[in-house]
């Protein structure tokens, strides 16, 4: 683990949301997983998560699929300028849950920093979906925004959480092979790499972590790897060469069982020249930027990634309230 500029003490309200989603999410941690039953669940209560979205300010439209568009949403902040960056956003949920609604609050909050805009694909979700086809989506929304929307490159992030963030430096890797324009950077929330699951801290954190036990990953991995081979870098990008990608962002917990996920694959990219921020806080849960309302570990991970997309794209940071 990379402790480097780790914060010394997690605030009480870490503490108090940590406590809070372990009481929700630990009972599971054991059971077997029913991927209907997340996506059920996945957003509940839908009042707070409803209110965290309003209070980001932001516009969220559906965008039916189209011209290579998968179908998604489009998030376009109040405050929106000519020519502030544009985000491409790949939600988290494990291959199996979650969609571009599930996370409204979160990249609402960015394109609020920013004051641009992202797209969110509704990639499809496995195990009716399994590799490549999340990846396939994925792709097809990236040449969207180039060559349908304009979007400049220069201006462009692609960023995720969880196994979007995942899903994201695949993307990259798959991009870069086929010669094609890269984004200005790469920003990542507790990204999902390794569905061969051999990070140390799916055991060292299996107790720890406030969402998942270390088997959790392990059950999970199957859904989405189906026949593949799980030591892919387009399926584990962790075993990726990052030569070529632009800058990279990364943000973990400490304590969270894909610490390690996170950290390895900042290294690796490090040790292959690429500029990486990365960045660990301490006792928050899993995606923690999801509570910028609430938690102040969240508005100072949301904070710094909007600084490193402004310093990437040469944009300027618009507010920096939740």
């Known amino acids: 683990m990379d402790g480097s ?40 209560p839908e009042a707070p998560r409803r209110y965290m979205a309003r209070s980001t300010g932001a516009t969220f439209t559906r965008h039916d699929a189209t011209g290579g568009w998968p179908g998604g949403e489009h998030v376009q902040s109040a405050q929106g300028r ?33 004051g641009g805009d992202a797209w969110v694909p509704a990639y499809r979700l496995a195990p009716e979906h399994p590799f490549p086809t999340a990846l396939d989506d994925a792709t097809a929304a990236y040449r969207y925004l180039l060559d349908e929307v304009g979007v400049d490159p220069a201006r462009l992030v692609v960023a995720g959480d969880s196994a979007g963030g995942g899903l994201v430096l695949s993307l990259m890797l798959a ?58 870098p387009l399926v584990s990008p962790v075993y990726g060469d990052f030569r070529g990608l632009p800058p990279l962002l990364v943000h973990a917990s400490t304590d969270e069982v894909l610490r390690d996920d ?55 940071i618009v507010d920096g309230r939740p």
């Open 175 to 232: 991009a870069r092979d086929a010669g094609w324009p890269m984004p200005a950077a790469i920003v990542t929330f507790c990204p999902w790499t390794d569905l061969a699951a051999t990070g140390a801290s799916l055991d060292e954190n299996s107790e720890r972590c406030s969402m998942f036990a270390g088997d959790t990953i392990r059950r999970a991995t199957g859904f989405y790897v189906g026949n593949a081979d799980p030591y892919s």
């Open 82 to 114: 000519r020519g502030a960056p544009t985000v491409l956003y790949l939600h988290g949920g494990g291959f199996i849950a979650c969609s571009p609604e599930t996370h409204r609050s979160l990249v609402g909050s960015i394109v609020r920093r920013i």
């Open 262 to 316: 996170a950290v390895r694959v900042a290294h690796r990219a490090r040790d292959a020249g690429v500029t990486v921020e990365l960045q660990l806080w301490r006792r928050v849960p899993h995606v923690w930027q999801f509570f910028a309302a609430v938690l102040p570990e969240a508005e100072q991970s949301l904070t710094r990634a909007a600084a490193f997309i402004a310093r990437h794209t040469g944009g300027n």
């Open 5 to 44: 500029q780790t914060p010394v003490a997690a605030s009480w309200q870490a503490h108090l949301m940590h406590w809070l989603v372990a009481a929700r999410m630990r009972p599971h941690a054991h059971r077997p997983i029913d991927p209907q039953w997340i996506r059920r669940n996945m957003g509940k």
